[in-house]
């Protein structure tokens, strides 16, 4: 092995080592910021200023999930290989992302959906993350890098993680069902159902609000939700109907005593939880 070639070993070496941290367990071994995947903060000091921005907006913001991400993961273009194509890149972060979620439900017990992970779909995960490893271990022993032998592993681990995310996010946590509940409520697919909430609460919305004007709409929207014989009690934990009332004016006098329509001043707040909150991620929403 010649001194060049010995190099390049010795730098694929830590290489793979990182890449298998990454891929087989979800976790960044990079203390030197030297992988081309990189851990974007949510610092606490920008959830300071999102929640006065939420509290200063005409309408409260419409997701509030109970299931917020406090880290997202990126590629540094700058850092990768110059000989992997961005697509190989992209598949590496998606293996490393859905790894990471298979072991948040092995470590906690705190969601109740996390238990629908059937022992058969874990014994098959950790199978075939003994087979990954081993696939990462014999690239790691080559003396060369033979790029389309690494794109092929790569591939074939992709497709094997995206079936196994797909089984448990669409097939054992019902994703298309919260979708369908999220079409019907926040983008007012059921229509039946507003039309009996502005029939119950136009006459309430045509008065000055009041400090219980809020909770009194919500009422009027589990009432529209019961007389369309829909599941009132699972959505209200999910959905609630919000009422940001006019500032207080300088003079000291609100703009509420003034209002004789409180419709413009509506919104909806979802609370985004499993499995939702692993489509709706920040960066998603901002699209």
């Not at 087979?131 to 033979?146: C, E, G």
């Not at 995310?165 to 079409?183: A, F, Q, T, Y």
């Amino acid at each position: 092995m010649c001194t060049t070639t010995r190099i390049l070993y010795t730098c694929h070496h830590v290489f793979y080592k990182q890449l298998s941290a990454w891929m087989l367990h979800g976790l960044l071994l990079d203390q030197k910021g030297e992988f081309f995947i990189e851990k974007i903060e949510l610092s606490q000091s920008s959830e300071v200023e999102q929640r006065e921005v939420d509290e200063e907006a005409p309408t409260a913001g419409p997701f509030s999930a109970t299931e917020k991400a406090t880290s997202e993961f990126r590629i540094n273009g700058q850092l990768a290989p110059s000989y992997l194509p961005q697509t190989v890149l992209e598949k590496i972060l998606f293996i490393g992302e859905a790894v990471q979620i298979f072991q948040t439900l092995h470590a906690s017990g705190a969601h109740p959906p996390l238990a629908s992970f059937s022992v058969s779909s874990g014994y098959q995960l950790r199978a075939d993350l003994m087979k990954f490893s081993w696939m990462l271990t014999v690239l790691q022993n080559q003396p060369i890098l033979q790029l389309r032998d690494f794109e092929n592993k790569i591939e074939y681990i992709r497709n094997v993680v995206a079936q196994h995310l797909w089984r448990l996010l669409v097939e054992e946590s019902n994703l298309v069902g919260h979708l369908h509940v999220m079409k019907d409520i926040f983008l007012l697919g059921r229509g039946e159902l507003f039309l009996s909430f502005i029939d119950m609460a136009d006459i309430l919305m045509k008065q000055s609000p009041t400090s219980t004007t809020q909770h009194d709409i919500n009422v009027a929207f589990r009432q529209a939700m019961i007389k369309i014989a829909m599941d009132h009690e699972e959505l209200a934990k999910q959905f609630e109907l919000t009422l940001s009332l006019p500032p207080v004016q300088s003079s000291g006098v609100s703009l509420k005593s003034k209002m004789t329509n409180s419709w413009k001043y509506v919104g909806m707040s979802h609370k985004v939880s499993w499995p939702l909150h692993v489509v709706l991620t920040p960066a998603t929403l901002e699209k």
